[in-house]
């Protein structure tokens, strides 16, 4: 593992404490993360907020948010909490590992510092790693893109800046991509690595008042404000979405 200057890894979670430990934490400490760098953000209102406080004894920072609903407001609590341009890296509770286009597990401080310069060096607050696991997309891509693209939030890496302010709730990912887009004209995106995660599982903050009626409100929001940036359609399943559309 190489040494790299400290970071702050920052986890939101939300009645997931056991999958949290058994997940991230545990992936965390065997990639050399001192538990004093890690930040789990949990609400006042978590049935397991017991649990999480206990981490506390392991030296982990824990958190409470208060009148806090949702992953959009939790991104703006965190947002809150931390400095004007300090850089720390937001991960899922259940991040298990983080792999390369060859699906060979990759130095996870490498690729954070890494990302780091080359987001300093471009003027660009929103990094990202491909969205899944799935080495042959992966393989079509160009190594790093720039442009607007998609970022999932299970792994992200940023600049904090105050004037980012979600509106939403449940479309924080792609409103994350316009507002930091429209910020600095630039999103650093590494193509050729992905984490090891679960995406689209019941529970945490993602899943907190979650259902096809808030989504729907949320994308057409964004839509309705963002028109340039990304458009509503609606797939066959009925379902609507929200797509990005592509600036370079």
């Known amino acids: ?12 979670s939300y009645k997931r404490c056991e999958k949290l430990k058994k997940k991230t934490l545990t992936y965390l400490d065997k990639q050399g993360v001192s538990k004093e760098d890690v930040y789990i953000f949990t609400r006042v209102d978590d049935e397991q907020l017991s649990d999480y406080i206990k981490l506390r004894d392991d030296g982990y920072n824990v958190i409470v948010a208060v009148d806090v609903k949702g992953i959009g407001k939790t991104h703006n609590y965190i947002t809150e909490y931390f400095d004007e341009g300090e850089y720390i890296i937001e991960i899922d509770d259940d991040m298990t590992g983080l792999i390369d286009n060859f699906r060979v597990e990759v130095d996870f401080l490498k690729v954070c510092d890494t990302m780091k310069s080359k987001m300093f060096e471009l003027g660009a607050s929103y990094g990202s790693t491909y969205q899944c696991d799935n080495i042959m997309f992966m393989s079509q891509c160009k190594e790093y893109t720039y442009d607007l693209r998609y970022c999932l939030g299970c792994l992200r890496f940023r600049y904090v800046r105050k004037d980012i302010v979600l509106e939403t709730n449940y479309s924080e990912d792609m409103e994350n991509c316009i507002l930091h ?16 995660t679960t995406n689209y599982v019941q529970g945490g903050c993602a899943a907190d008042g979650r259902n096809e009626e808030t989504e729907k409100i949320d994308k057409m929001i964004l839509a309705n404000k963002y028109p340039d940036y990304c458009k509503l359609f609606q797939r066959k399943s009925g379902k609507w979405d929200l797509k990005l559309k592509f600036k370079s």
Do not use: Q, T
């Open 1 to 12: 593992m190489s040494k790299v200057e400290p970071m702050k890894f920052v986890i939101p």
């Open 181 to 196: 887009y429209i910020r600095d004209g630039v999103i650093l995106k590494n193509n050729w690595i992905a984490p090891k």
